[in-house]
């Protein structure tokens, strides 16, 4: 099955902010987290359209929708080492970095849409979840980023 993912568009208030330090005023409180003021009214108008239908959307964890600077290092430093080998690599901080063996990837810190507010990771996917969301996610603006995280929902509608 292929993930439909679509272009995303940064709302305009997001401009001039760093990511994973964007002001609290633009943050909106959601159950189990914090999204950009934007992605939380969808969020919150699609979690109630798949409850009619009896679907449970919401995240996996509190730092699994607005994740601050902090938090994404912490994870990066988890998950990442400059031990040379033949797994995904990035760079970060004019280093090389390599993923640990058996453990999922994040972004480089301060790359991430979770430092917008603008990603969600999804609790519990399964296939009835996911044949919801891939009927429904593009009316409220949410799509997927990248085809190996059918959890992993971002905000691309900006002010549109």
Do not use: C
């Not at 938090?71 to 080998?85: I, P």
């Not at 991430?112 to 996917?125: E, F, P, Q, R």
């Not at 593009?138 to 990248?146: D, I, K, L």
């Not at 992993?152 to 549109?160: A, E, S």
Request: net charge positive; glycine share 8%.
């Amino acid at each position: 099955m292929t993930l439909p993912i679509k272009p995303m568009l940064l709302p305009k208030d997001l401009y001039g902010q760093t990511n994973g330090e964007v002001n609290p005023k633009l943050l909106t409180d959601i159950a189990g987290g914090k999204l950009h003021h934007a992605a939380a009214k969808a969020w919150n108008a699609m979690i109630a359209e798949a409850a009619k239908a009896g679907i449970e959307l919401k995240p996996t964890s509190p730092v699994d929708t607005y994740r601050p600077l902090a938090v994404q290092e912490k994870a990066f430093l988890a998950r990442y080492d400059n031990t040379k080998r033949d797994t995904r690599h990035e760079k970060w901080k004019g280093k090389d970095w390599w993923l640990k063996p058996k453990v999922a990837g994040v972004a480089v810190p301060g790359t991430s849409n979770h430092g917008w507010g603008l990603a969600i990771d999804v609790a519990g996917m399964n296939d009835v979840k996911l044949k919801w969301l891939l009927a429904n996610v593009a009316r409220f603006g949410f799509s997927w980023e990248v085809q190996s995280e059918p959890w992993h929902l971002r905000f691309v509608k900006g002010d549109k």
